[in-house]
């Protein structure tokens, strides 16, 4: 049993046995950013149902559904603000909208964030919470990969900035496969969920049995994908070194020997 109160102060945390249990995205940008600092880019861009597309329910049902749900227009959070004095652009995806699926509108809003990042020439942050590309738009939510992956090449080999990605649970399908492993530093929770297909659809296609926890942090840590993994409550010191330490030391610098 775990007192909300007490759960909070420690980031939703378990004290006792260090689970890390779900956050939305405001939950995990109030302790991230300094106070009175956050600023919103882009809140006005939805998402279309240019499809018409419907299952069990409407597209544009579920759209105005999650919107009232969680108070978001989509389902990422995009801004800036200042972190321990220094000044970053975050974007935090939220699994509670539609399981945080990256759609045109969350394309559309990361991308302009990478734009506004390499204008100004400021650190780029980005919490990964995604179940993938939103099936619901088809095509144009499987083309937000290449045009967010087009947009941090510039950021990064042109411009060299740096791109510190956050992975927390769950990191699948096609974030996973663009924006969430392209971090120049990429970084995951304890016990995170990160894959691009989920253990049922590989053993199924495969006809091979995934050993237990083989899709968590940890297990991508000991394999070379992951830099670090960070409890979340140290999070926010971690970035703050990581800019610092890039700040003093960009490496666009050219390295002169004598």
Known sequence: MLHIKFSKQNKSVCEERGNHLSMDSMERIEPSIDPNTWIPLDEDTISKDVLSFCDEESYEN????????????????????????????????????????????????????????????????????????RMQEGTVSLMQMA?????????QVQKKLLYISILTYPTTGGVTASFGMLGDIIIAE????????????????????????????????????????????????VLSEISDLYSSVPYKKKLVIY
């Open 190 to 237: 304890s016990k995170a969920y990160i894959a691009f297909a989920g253990k049922r659809v590989i053993e199924e296609t495969l006809g091979q049995k995934v050993p237990d926890g083989f899709q968590l942090a940890e297990a991508l840590f000991e394999n070379g994908l992951l830099d670090l993994i960070v409890p979340r409550i140290l999070i926010k010191g």
């Open 147 to 155: 045009k967010i992956s087009s947009a941090l090449h510039y950021y």
């Open 62 to 133: 579920r759209l105005i559904r999650s919107q009232e749900k969680t108070g978001l227009p989509e389902a990422v959070q995009t801004g800036i603000g200042y972190s321990n004095g220094t000044l970053i652009a975050p974007g935090v995806m939220d699994f509670q909208f539609m399981g945080g699926s990256m759609g045109s509108a969350v394309g559309e809003k990361i991308t302009r964030l990478i734009e506004y990042a390499t204008q100004k020439l400021l650190p780029l942050v980005l919490v990964c919470a995604s179940g993938g590309a």
